[in-house]
C-alpha cells in the first residue's frame, strides 16, 4: 500500500519506503542492499525538506551500522543529532545523546 502512496504522492511518501526497504534489507542480512536503501531514503527526505524524517533515517542507519560492528554509526548519529536540533527537537536530541550505544 505505501508503494501506491509512494507512486501517487512521490514527495510525501517516497523516503518512508526507502526507509521500509531499508529496514527489511537489514532483517534480512542484504546489507549492501539495505545501506543504498537507507541512504537514498536520508537523501530523498532532505530533498523534499522533511528534516524531522531525514533525521529519523539517519538515527535508523546509526542502529544499522551498530548492529552490524561499523564505526561508521557515529558519523549517522551526529547527523541524526544536528537534525533534530534544526527541527527543534532538543529532548529527541537530548536523548540519543543519552542513550548512544558508545
Known amino acids: 500500500?505505501?508503494?501506491?502512496?509512494?507512486?501517487?504522492?512521490?514527495?510525501?511518501?517516497?523516503?518512508?519506503?526507502?526507509?521500509l526497504q531499508a529496514e527489511t534489507k537489514s532483517f534480512l542480512g542484504e546489507n549492501d542492499e539495505a545501506f543504498g536503501k537507507y541512504e537514498s531514503a536520508?537523501?530523498?527526505?532532505?530533498?523534499?525538506?522533511?528534516?524531522h524524517e531525514?533525521?529519523?533515517?539517519?538515527?535508523?542507519?546509526g542502529d544499522f551500522f551498530v548492529r552490524n560492528g561499523d564505526s561508521r554509526?557515529?558519523?549517522?548519529?551526529?547527523?541524526?543529532?544536528t537534525l533534530y536540533l534544526q527541527w527543534g527537537a532538543q529532548c529527541k536530541a537530548d536523548h540519543l545523546c543519552k542513550n548512544l550505544p558508545f
Do not use: D
Request: proline residues 0%; charged residues 20%; hydrophobic residues 35%.
Open 73 to 81: 554509526a557515529s558519523q549517522y548519529y551526529g547527523k541524526s543529532n
Open 42 to 51: 536520508i537523501a530523498v527526505a532532505g530533498e523534499n525538506g522533511f528534516i
Open 54 to 61: 531525514q533525521a529519523i533515517a539517519n538515527e535508523r542507519t
Open 1 to 19: 500500500k505505501l508503494e501506491s502512496f509512494a507512486q501517487n504522492g512521490k514527495a510525501n511518501c517516497e523516503h518512508k519506503l526507502l526507509l
